[in-house]
């Protein structure tokens, strides 16, 4: 499986923003494909995901408590496309988001994309 995100750029603060991520190449093995964002010096953090075959999404703490509702995952099963939509971006949302893929026949963030940039300005 290969993975090429993007959608990344200089957004102002409350803007939205969408980012895509497309997976190619991969087996018949069923596919989770999940966001990660990481801030330069700090640990990567998961955002959210789309299950094996895209039948459920769910979140991790940065799409929850104060962000919750700002961050939606979905999925276009046709054609493999994972989005992570985010609203009223705020400065603390730069970082670089990274997509990543889970095979069903060998779970585990295995796979990943180059990340794309997003720089927030207040």
């Known amino acids: 499986v290969q993975l090429q995100a993007s959608g990344g750029g200089l957004v102002q603060a409350g803007d939205s923003l969408k980012l895509s991520c497309t997976a190619s190449g991969r087996t018949s093995s069923r596919v989770a494909l999940g966001w990660w964002r990481q801030v330069p010096g700090k640990e990567r953090e998961f955002i959210g995901a789309s299950g094996w075959g895209g039948d459920s999404v769910y979140y991790g703490e940065v799409a929850k408590g104060r962000s919750k509702g700002r961050f939606t995952v979905s999925r276009d099963n046709s054609n493999d496309i994972v989005f992570l939509h985010m609203d009223e971006v705020r400065p603390e949302d730069t970082a670089v988001y990274f997509c990543?893929?889970?095979?069903?026949?060998?779970?585990?963030?295995?796979?990943w994309g180059q990340g794309t940039l997003v720089t927030v300005s207040s």
């Open positions: 990543a893929a889970s095979l069903e026949e060998n779970p585990g963030w295995d796979t």
